[in-house]
Structures are given as C-alpha cells and as structure tokens.
C-alpha cells in the first residue's frame, strides 16, 4: 500500500521493508511519519510487503537492461522515486546486508533512464536523479556495534554511498542511524534511538 499525505506533490518518499506486523521496524516507521506529519512534509509510504512489491528482475527487464529498459510493471515506484527530494528508509539489516525485497526495489526502480543511464562508451554509467537531496537509512541489527563498523566496515552504508547514491545521485547528501545488538534491547536504548530518528526527520523540509 503507498500512502500519501494531502493532495500534493511529496517531497519525501518512505520505503520501509519487514515483513512481521509488530516488528521492531514498523515501530520505527510509526516514529518517523509521526515525525514528518508534524513537520507538515509532504510524503509518501511504500511498505514492499503490504505492497507486494516483487523482488526480481522480469526476463523482459533484465533482457532490455541496457537497451530502453521496460519498466512498465514498476512505472508507479519509477514516479514516486522521482518526485522524491528526500528518501527515508527503514529496514532490518540480515546478514550484513539488505532483505532481498529493499535490494528488489533498487534493482528495479533505480534503474535505467530514471536513475542512471549507460554511457557505452566507457561502459560506465552517469547519473540523472537529480531531485534526490537526501537518503536518511535507518537500520536495525542482532550484531554488536564492533562486529559491523570495524570488522566489516558497515557494508550496507557503503552500499548505499559509495555504490548507488554516487553512481544515480551523487548530490545527495546519506545519514544512516544503526540500532545494533536489538536482541538485547532494552527501553533506554530504544528512547535514545527513537530521539536520534526525532532529530533526523526534523530536518528533512
């Protein structure tokens, strides 16, 4: 389901991704559009699993990737992501990576002539989103701190900077807010987190 707030054009775009109702995650959403009604941003809400958003790659876009790629299935997710100046999202980490249906998502909507296009002659590509200001990632994680900030040196946040942001929009600025060792959460820590999301989403306009 994609939820919109008021009957104008969002500026901000909410991808959240879990697939258990009274998950630690959809929590978190409720804080952050708690947070952007406030602020009276203007926003919408894809939730992949209420959406039933899929995940791979058709033949037929696969097949046309580099050759006027046919987003026809995923045209409404190609227009929210283009109208988005700022992309807010909220997911758990598994694996030290996304879940497969946020990588979905990237996979085929930040895809050719929308997020990118294909420069044959260095076999590089170029980026064209250029409205993308802002990408605020928040992530939660059974992990200890150590574990992914310095043995592996958080992967999904250079995923997310180093590889898509400056490969489509290179403008745009990246804050990631990690919650780590969830399994062994405890209230403080939780109330500590829920402000650092307050504090991030004040700032989205």
Request: some cysteine; proline content about 5%.
């Amino acid at each position: 389901m994609a939820e919109t707030l008021r009957n104008k054009e969002a500026s901000c775009l909410l991808v959240s991704c879990h697939p258990l109702e009274d998950s630690l995650c959809h929590h978190l959403v409720a804080r952050v559009e708690a947070g952007l009604k406030a602020n009276g941003v203007v926003y919408e809400h894809l939730d992949l699993y209420r959406h039933g958003f899929e995940a791979p790659l058709s033949a037929a876009e696969r097949g046309s990737y580099f050759d006027g790629f046919d987003g026809s299935r995923v045209e409404a997710e190609m227009a929210q992501l283009k109208r988005a100046e700022t992309v807010v999202l909220v997911f758990p980490t598994w694996w030290f990576g996304m879940p497969a249906l946020l990588k979905g998502w990237f996979d085929r909507v930040w895809a050719p002539d929308v997020a990118f296009v294909h420069v044959p002659a260095t076999g590089s590509i170029s980026p064209i989103l250029d409205g993308l200001k802002h990408c605020l990632a928040i992530t939660t994680l059974a992990s200890p701190w150590k574990v992914d900030r310095l043995l592996l040196r958080q992967p999904v946040k250079r995923v997310l900077k180093g590889g898509i942001l400056k490969g489509c929009a290179p403008q745009a600025t990246l804050e990631m807010l990690s919650l780590y060792g969830v399994n062994l959460l405890d209230e403080k820590r939780l109330e500590a987190f829920r402000l650092k999301i307050d504090r991030a989403v004040a700032r989205i306009r």
